[in-house]
């Protein structure tokens, strides 16, 4: 179809079959964004046009037309009827969501949950740390259930939190209420940050009793398990564990195929031993690794293709630093932590992995460490440093230049 208005819709479902038309005529129309979307009342009636649709057009109708309950839209409620999906990033997906052992039975509840909305877990609630993917499955979930026709909400607790605050100012907390009580799916992720906030949480209480009790989907995603969430009422945390509670972490084969996949997704053809840097600079954070392998595309991935490391290298790194800062080189294999040989030692660590392929373990032989976590700590103080400190800027340039026109 092009690009379609009612007008042109109607005529080309007339030139298709005459009694779609008349089928089509009992549905509320609206025109957004280059869609038709079809409101009824009538749940049977929705499936009926779905199908019949489906059976003309094939899939492909869906990136068109759009399929909806009405819902309590009938109260006539400002921002009701808006859209039938917000918050939602259509680049998450339940195919995109790369699954292992730390993941998988969040991943499995996730889809199940999406599959039958309100009937299975309600509520779903994922905790874990920082960049797990907590909010992919959310999203997920959200874009799955959007394609059934279902009215979605993704929000943070925040950003909910200030919506309440808005409408409480602006005397509109009924149109509030209504029109988080209209929704099918809501998705409330960061739930920790409703810590304190009274007046948040008793809106949300009786947001959540509404919906749960008219077997509405609801979930939501936490950094800490529900007993572990702190100035948040006592119902609420009940309410929170009467469903299901999923922990998603991330264990190093799962972290191992996110990389791969990331950078097949940005066309970078890498060797197992950039791989391998990559899980070694990168931490559990899938948005780190994420901005890492940009910054790969960006600037290329050449400097990690470096020649074999050799021991000479490292050796000869450790010299030039130690001669620039007027120790010995015995001194940064050594145990002295004062502040002159520590940042230099921090220095030597931070030009073996830049002008070599070391990995971070033969780093830390080279130097006499035990642990490679210290070689890790070091880099990241001088990239940390050298991005506030001109003059620290000014030394490392030097000494790369200086020592990689040597090795």
């Known amino acids: 179809m092009e690009e379609l208005n009612i007008k042109t819709f109607l005529s080309y479902v007339e030139r298709v079959d005459r009694g779609l038309l008349s089928l089509v005529g009992k549905f509320r129309m609206e025109e957004r964004e280059g ?3 079809l409101f009824t009342e009538d749940r049977k009636l929705k499936e009926n046009i779905e199908s019949f649709l489906l059976t003309k057009f094939g899939n492909g109708f869906r990136d068109k037309v759009v399929v909806l309950l009405e819902g309590e839209e009938s109260d006539g409620s400002p921002g009701v009827r808006k859209k039938a999906a917000e918050g939602l990033n259509v680049k998450y997906s339940f195919n995109n969501f790369v699954v292992g052992e730390g993941n998988r039975l969040a991943y499995e509840v996730a889809l199940e949950v999406a599959n039958s909305p309100g009937s299975l877990y309600n509520p779903l609630f994922i905790y874990g740390g920082v960049g797990l993917g907590k909010t992919h499955l959310l999203q ?8 059934k026709g279902y009215h979605v909400v993704y929000k943070s607790a925040n950003d909910f939190s200030e919506e309440m605050v808005e409408a409480i100012k602006t005397g509109s907390v009924k149109e509030f209420r209504n029109r988080y009580r209209s929704i099918d799916l809501l998705l409330l992720d960061d739930i920790q940050f409703l ?7 008793v809106e949300f209480f009786n947001i959540f009793n509404h919906m749960f009790l008219k077997e509405k989907q609801i979930v939501l995603a936490s950094d800490r398990h529900p007993k572990e969430l702190k100035d948040v009422s006592d119902r609420l945390v009940s309410r929170f564990e009467g469903g299901l509670v999923v922990e998603i972490c991330l264990d190093e084969l799962t972290k191992l195929e996110i990389i791969k996949r990331k950078l097949c997704e940005l066309k970078i053809e890498v060797q197992d031993r950039i791989v391998e840097s990559l899980m070694e600079q990168t931490s559990n954070n899938v948005r780190d690794i994420e901005g890492t ?10 400097h990690l293709k470096r020649k074999k490391v050799s021991v000479n290298d490292l050796e000869k790194i450790k010299l030039y630093t130690a001669v620039h800062f007027g120790i010995e080189p015995e001194e940064l294999t050594g145990s002295k932590r004062s502040k002159k040989v520590n940042r230099a030692r921090h220095i030597a660590f931070y030009l073996c992995r830049k ?8 780093i830390a032989r080279a130097f006499n460490r035990n642990d490679h976590s210290t070689v890790i700590y070091g880099i990241r103080k001088i990239e ?5 400190d001109r003059k620290l800027n000014y030394i490392i340039s030097f000494l790369e230049k200086h020592i990689g026109d040597r090795l």
């Not at 997920?140 to 394609?147: D, L, Q, R, S």
């Not at 392998?293 to 050449?302: D, H, N």
């Open 35 to 37: 869609k038709i979307f």
């Open 195 to 201: 810590s304190g906030k009274t007046r948040t949480q």
């Open 355 to 362: 002008l070599t392929d070391a990995s971070l373990i033969e």
């Open 140 to 147: 997920a979930i959200g874009n799955f259930c959007v394609e």
């Open 293 to 302: 392998i940009r910054g790969l595309k960006l600037r290329g991935v050449e």
């Open 384 to 388: 940390e440093e050298r991005r506030k």
